[in-house]
């Protein structure tokens, strides 16, 4: 098994497209995004090309590819406005494994450890997630890898009929 991590520097409307497939995949909407009630959760989303290069003005966003295929997305913002502990020069992490034959495979491990030595490369020295209170496997791993939790942001959200915490955790490196 061959793992890349290519920064996005123009994205393409090829990636456009896989992100939407993502965005919009049942399996992946309760991972990947807040939702506030059923109708939030049910309701499709569209991202688009002009999206993508907005979000590269503060955002460094790199692909995920398992031999040569396209599996996955991760990014990283400084000091976003949704950090629970408001220290300045933090990075906030987002992973998503869109692919189900990625899944498992230990490279959401390696995608964070990527992401911690791109940061530790630009000069911070703290990182802040948040994680659905139900995504015990994520949980798992990010305290593995040393991450602590350091607050719950309760009725954050919805899924299997009812409101979920979003667990903020941090690590100091």
């Known amino acids: 098994m061959n793992i890349e991590f290519i ?16 965005e919009n995949d049942t399996a992946l909407i309760p991972l990947i995004r807040p939702n506030k009630n059923k ?4 309701r499709d989303e ?10 590269l003005k503060y955002q460094e966003l ?3 590819y398992m031999d040569h295929e396209l599996i996955g997305e991760m990014n990283y913002m400084i000091d976003p406005p949704h950090l629970f502990k408001e220290e300045p020069g933090t990075a906030w992490i ?3 494994i869109g692919e189900p034959a990625a899944r498992g495979k230990g490279i959401g491990r390696l ?14 020295h703290r990182i802040e997630l948040g994680v ?14 040393g991450y ?26």
């Open 62 to 64: 790199f692909q995920i």
């Open 94 to 96: 987002g992973i998503t």
């Open 46 to 55: 569209t991202i688009t090309l002009d999206g993508i290069q907005e979000r």
């Open 7 to 22: 920064k996005l520097t123009e994205p393409t409307s090829l990636f456009v497209d896989v992100l939407n497939r993502w």
């Open 148 to 173: 602590k939790e350091i607050a719950r942001v309760e009725n954050f959200t919805y899924w299997q009929d009812r409101m979920w915490s979003d667990i903020r955790m941090e690590k100091y490196f």
């Open 132 to 145: 659905f209170e139900f995504n015990t496997t994520a949980q798992a791993l990010y305290q593995k890898l």
């Open 111 to 124: 995608a964070i450890e990527f992401l911690e030595k791109q940061i530790k490369q630009e000069g911070f």
């Open 39 to 42: 109708e939030e959760l049910e």
